[in-house]
């Protein structure tokens, strides 16, 4: 079974400064997504980022970049020029490739993540 | 405007008593999930469904029950026998794989379901 390690409870970071999340993962499949999600205090779950194993090229979109390491089984995210609206729980999620295994996504504990003004 | 809508945004319910959460897609997807969260955590698959009339349990489904009769609904059903019922439960939905396509989850506001 697949497992997902976020190791950092909760992080600060000052508004317009670059904050860095961790999240490690345990599979034995060689073909996966990865996705970053974001939960402010409405506890909507909005997609932030997502990656295929498949691709060598870490995905980006706009200040979000993450940092995909296929071999070390780590997937960070990158927060540039963080915002107030950035505040929220950041959760890491996985999903198998296999369509046997129903397209599941299997979550970290989540990041609190605190943008200070 | 296409989107998961989930109803109620909150839920009290007597112990011993069923509850039905609703869910209800307008983008055309083909699958759908329930998750289950509680505070301070990572959300926790109930049920799924790739398929209309087609459904697998998740890794907590006991005290569970669901239904996929129409493609653009899901509704859970949390019955008397789920030990511990209060959580924060959210649906999501996707396209099923084709090609290229990933088949990111999207979610829906979600339902903070407590027992009194």
């Known amino acids: 079974a697949q497992t997902v390690t976020q190791s950092q409870p909760e992080m600060s970071v000052q508004e317009a400064e670059t904050v860095t999340l961790s999240c490690t993962y345990d599979t034995s499949e060689n073909n996966y997504y990865l996705f970053w999600y974001k939960q402010p205090p409405s506890r909507q779950m909005i997609l932030v980022i997502r990656q295929e194993a498949y691709k060598q090229q870490n995905a980006t979109e706009n200040r979000f970049s993450v940092n995909f390491q296929k071999a070390a089984k780590s997937f960070s995210l990158k927060i540039s020029d963080s915002q107030l609206g950035d505040t929220a729980m950041y959760f890491c999620?996985?999903?198998?490739?296999?369509?046997?295994?129903?397209?599941?996504?299997?979550f970290g504990g989540g990041t609190r993540v605190l943008v200070k003004p | 405007d296409g989107g998961i809508t989930q109803s109620p945004k909150y839920l009290f319910r007597k112990e011993g008593q069923n509850v039905t959460l609703s869910c209800e897609q307008n983008l055309n997807h083909d699958a759908m999930y329930w998750y289950r969260q509680d505070p301070g955590q990572g959300l926790r698959l109930i049920y799924y469904?790739?398929?209309?009339?087609?459904?697998q349990k998740g890794d907590i489904a006991e005290g569970y029950s669901v239904s996929r009769e129409k493609k653009e609904s899901f509704p859970l059903t949390v019955t008397s026998a789920q030990k511990n019922p209060t959580a924060f439960y959210l649906c999501?939905?996707?396209?099923?794989?084709?090609?290229?396509?990933?088949?990111?989850?999207?979610f829906g506001p979600g339902t903070r379901l407590t027992v009194l």
């Open positions: 999501a939905s996707s396209m099923r794989r084709t090609g290229a396509s990933t088949d990111t989850q999207y």
């Open positions: 469904s790739q398929i209309v009339n087609d459904f």
């Open positions: 999620a996985f999903m198998g490739w296999l369509k046997a295994a129903g397209n599941k996504l299997t």
